[in-house]
């Protein structure tokens, strides 16, 4: 599994490939878990309410990584993730320099194996990652995005246990 998390992580770092608007990475932890993602920008090239000088826009998100158990608990695991995410942003119309923005997302996400340690114990694949967040963009243009998230994952009470996990992130992504 790790040599496929790899590969994948390989060609979504090759933006022209897919036609993908930016890369990302994140480093986060909580729950006495760290974790990193890589992943992947599509763009929506859509806008809402962009009379003012804020817009709503969205993209998909799609990223692997993993999770590793740090709990004193025991029996700590490594956890694959691999997620896909409609994320929706309001953000300040800027066309270089910085612009801030707040997000929201719910997203799908499987995962193996089903327990991160000892006591934390997720029942199933199948996850929801929700996540709410800011930042900014910045540069000549906007090509850089760096920001905070606050991710939610659990399956939704599908199957039991349902114990979830919180994570802080730092979030980055180098847009084409």
Known sequence: MKKNTWLLCALLLSGNVWAVDA???????GDNTDTARVGAIWNWDKQWFAEGNW?????????????????????NQTITDLGITPVFRLQQKTPSGFSPYAEAAIGFHLISPTFMYANRKFGSAF????????GVRMGERQQFDL??????????????????????QVHFAYHF
């Open 127 to 134: 996850q929801f990652g929700d996540h709410v967040g800011f």
């Open 147 to 168: 920001g905070y998230r606050f991710q939610h994952l659990s399956n939704g009470g599908i199957k039991k246990p349902n114990q979830g996990i919180n994570l802080n």
């Open 55 to 75: 817009l709503v826009t969205g993209f998909w998100e799609a990223n692997a990584g993993t999770w590793r158990g740090n709990s004193a608990a025991g029996n």
């Open 23 to 29: 890369v990302t990475f994140e480093l986060g932890n």
